[in-house]
């Protein structure tokens, strides 16, 4: 059996949280490759909501298994919390949720360096969600982190303490003010609460579900403009989102991999600093953060919004091998009179067609004009029922982007979904 891939292709928030519980119905096993609590998916079914953050976004399905993989950074405190919610939401979630030993662990004092670190940097802040994912993957890379699995380890205090140490030393070069013993204790209850649940060896147990015919979906966080090696750098996130990162983070081999679902808006929001080309700073792009609610899932803060961009759409595209597109939030523009898509930059005076090294060039997009579909889409529920400008509008896109769109999502219901048959 294969695994299929969901990512987003944007700056984040693209609405991984309701394709992934879409698609979990026809999938035994959804699984977390990367991210960690910075992510917030949100789900809405049945006139309830949840915003998931370490959590698959298949919990709330039946009979799947949801697997935490090595590639995600998880700090036990949140994931209590947010374990303690969905459980009283009726889920049974020790049957439903594995968690892979080689995760490795955010320490309170993790939060607290990625605090410090972003406090130094002043005018040039990355705008990170501050849960302490950078500071963690560091420690990954410099081989001194602590994993899940090391909870069950006899001399687990002895190592968290060195760690704590290690970090204290470490933020004596700050000018920064912090009480490292403080949810100290909290933190390590919710170590304990981790063992309600199974911790397994992640790439054996991933492997072992694809031989036994269970097929899984793997659930990206962030966006692939803000992966580490591809994003916007230095405004990007700690770990490889693109469709790589799944291979590393879950322990299965790249012929494993089937489709790539690639999930877009229909416009672009960015949370936190870094280029934005098609950014609009005006009362097209307040109508969008109003109506589409663009507000962090996580940390509330207002999204920058603008236009769809599509050289940054054919750059994630071509990252991730993309297969299926999935086209989120057009409803959003269901009132515009014109709806812009940028199709190419000119860079310093030069027509450009490639996504920037640069973070500091000056990008001026050139922009294709559509007609508005002047009509809400919010209840259409089959392809037949579309408007002809919004057809023409999705046309455009597949014939510029060479991959369908399978799936065009119109509201942040389950049932707001179209699948499309061809
Ligand atoms: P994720 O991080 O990729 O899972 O996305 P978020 O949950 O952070 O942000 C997406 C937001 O858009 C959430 O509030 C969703 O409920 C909402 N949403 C998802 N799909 C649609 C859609 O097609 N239309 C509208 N209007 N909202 C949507
Ligand atoms: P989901 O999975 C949108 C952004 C932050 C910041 C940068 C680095 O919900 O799409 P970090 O906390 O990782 O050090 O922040 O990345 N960021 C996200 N933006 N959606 C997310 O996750 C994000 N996770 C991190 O705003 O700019
Ligand atoms: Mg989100």
Not at 402 to 420: A, H, L, N, Y
Request: contains cysteine; hydrophobic residues 35%; charged residues 25%.
């Amino acid at each position: 059996m294969k695994i299929d891939v969901v990512l987003g292709l944007q700056w984040g928030d693209e609405g991984k949280g309701k394709v992934v519980d879409v698609l979990a119905e026809t999938y035994s096993v959804i699984a977390r490759f990367q991210g960690g609590p910075n992510a917030g998916h949100s789900i809405h079914f049945d006139g309830k909501k949840f915003v998931l953050r370490s959590v698959p976004s298949g919990v709330f399905r039946k009979g799947t298994i949801n697997l935490v993989g090595n590639g995600v950074v998880l700090d036990p405190l949140t994931f209590k919390e947010e374990c303690e919610s969905i459980k009283a939401a009726g889920i049974p979630l020790e049957e439903r949720l594995f968690i892979g030993k080689k995760a490795h662990l955010i320490l309170p004092t993790h939060r607290i360096i990625d605090a410090a670190q972003e406090a130094a940097k002043g005018k040039s802040k990355i705008g990170s969600t501050l849960k302490g994912i950078g500071p963690t993957y560091t420690d990954k890379i410099s081989r001194c982190g602590l994993r899940v699995g090391d909870i069950l380890s006899p001399n687990f205090m002895e190592r968290f303490h060195a760690l704590k140490e290690k970090h204290i030393a470490y933020l004596k070069q700050f000018d920064f003010e912090y009480d490292a013993e403080a949810g100290e204790a909290a933190w390590l209850e919710a170590t304990e609460y981790l063992k309600n649940f199974n911790i397994v060896d992640e790439e054996y147990f991933a492997n072992e579900c694809l031989d036994n015919n269970k097929k899984i979906l793997a659930e990206g966080a962030q966006g692939s403009l803000l992966d580490i090696d591809y994003g916007s750098y230095p405004f990007v996130t700690s770990s490889n989102t693109i469709c790589a990162g799944a291979c590393t983070g879950l322990g299965v081999a790249p012929r494993r991999i089937d489709k790539v679902y690639g999930i877009f808006k229909a416009y672009c929001t960015r949370v936190g600093s870094g280029p934005f080309p098609t950014e609009l700073n005006d009362s097209f792009g307040e109508e969008l953060r109003n109506r589409g609610y663009e507000f962090g899932s996580v940390t509330g803060r207002p999204r920058r919004t603008g236009w769809l961009d599509l050289v940054a759409l054919k750059y994630s595209i071509m990252l991730n091998g993309v297969t299926d597109l999935i086209m989120m939030k057009a409803d959003v523009m269901d009132t515009f009179d014109t709806i812009k898509v940028a199709t190419s930059y000119i860079v310093d005076g030069e027509p450009c067609n490639v996504f920037p090294f640069e973070t500091q060039a000056k990008i001026e997009p050139v922009y294709k004009e559509f007609k508005g579909w002047k009509k809400p889409i919010c209840d259409v529920r089959s392809e037949s029922e579309f408007p002809y400008e919004f057809r023409v509008f999705i046309k455009f896109l597949e014939d510029e982007l060479k991959v369908p769109i399978s799936i065009v999502s119109v509201g942040p219901d389950r049932d707001q979904t179209i699948i499309r048959e061809n």
